[in-house]
């Protein structure tokens, strides 16, 4: 596979979830961890698929993996696509797809904000010379909390539905959570496979991995890809 390399061990953290951690909310924190790695940096992850019990068509498990893909903004500031793992009737395919839910970044945004305050209160109990919060700490703080504020007011301001982040198409569905088996046994998604109604379930190989360099992908602030072969889709 081009610019694919297989690796025999880990480069980064396993994008696996634990066991008290469903695949939404997993693909969220490991998105965290890629959106940190980018650049020239390779993203290390195990390959993982979705198969039907029915059919037995196999579909990608990683499409949330393999790009950066950030909001350009009309002062050519970028923010960091939020994606769930969804299907893509357009597609016919799973699929990275926009999660406009405001509620996730407006809970991270709370708890920075909480977790700062009471860094600030310890501090003040102890030696306020010796134990000053690292500048490096406090200019993180403040950028993921301008990220977080800039997000969601960019999703109070979206009034369309959610776009599939590869074919530009609103019909879509979310995948609903599931929790991976650190074994990579396959796992019931509880997904019916449209047009076919056998269930998706979803499995890794602990022991293949791979290693990418994510390619950048622009949206605008609709979600519509930004130059790209996106093909023009109804809104």
Not at 91 to 105: G, R
Not at 109 to 133: H, M, P, T
Request: glycine letters at 6%.
């Amino acid at each position: 596979m081009e610019g694919w390399r297989v690796l025999d061990r880990v480069l980064l953290p396993v994008v696996i979830a634990p066991w008290h951690t469903t695949w939404r909310n997993l693909t969220d924190e490991a998105w965290k961890s890629v959106q940190s790695h980018v650049g020239d940096h390779q993203v290390s992850f195990s390959l993982s698929s979705l198969e039907c019990d029915r059919c037995m068509a196999t579909f990608p498990g990683n499409v949330l993996l393999v790009s950066q893909r950030v909001y350009v903004l009309s002062t050519g500031a970028e923010l960091p696509v939020r994606q769930k793992l969804g299907w893509c009737s357009q597609c016919q395919n799973t699929a990275a797809i926009e999660n406009l839910d405001p509620s996730v970044p407006e809970q991270e945004l709370q708890d920075i904000r909480e977790s700062r305050l009471a860094r600030e209160g310890e501090l003040k109990d102890r030696l306020r010379v010796f134990f000053r919060r690292p500048r490096n700490d406090v200019k993180s703080w403040d950028q993921d909390e301008q990220i977080l504020t800039q997000t969601i007011m960019l999703l109070a301001l979206r009034h369309n539905d959610p776009h599939c982040l590869k074919c530009g198409s609103p019909d879509v569905i979310e995948l609903p959570p599931f929790t991976a088996d650190l074994s990579g046994r396959p796992v019931n998604t509880g997904f019916a496979h449209p047009g076919c109604f056998g269930r998706l379930w979803f499995s890794f190989d602990p022991d293949m991995r791979v290693a990418v360099v994510p390619k950048r992908v622009a949206y605008d602030q609709q979600g519509k890809q930004i130059g790209g072969d996106q093909p023009s889709v109804p809104a």
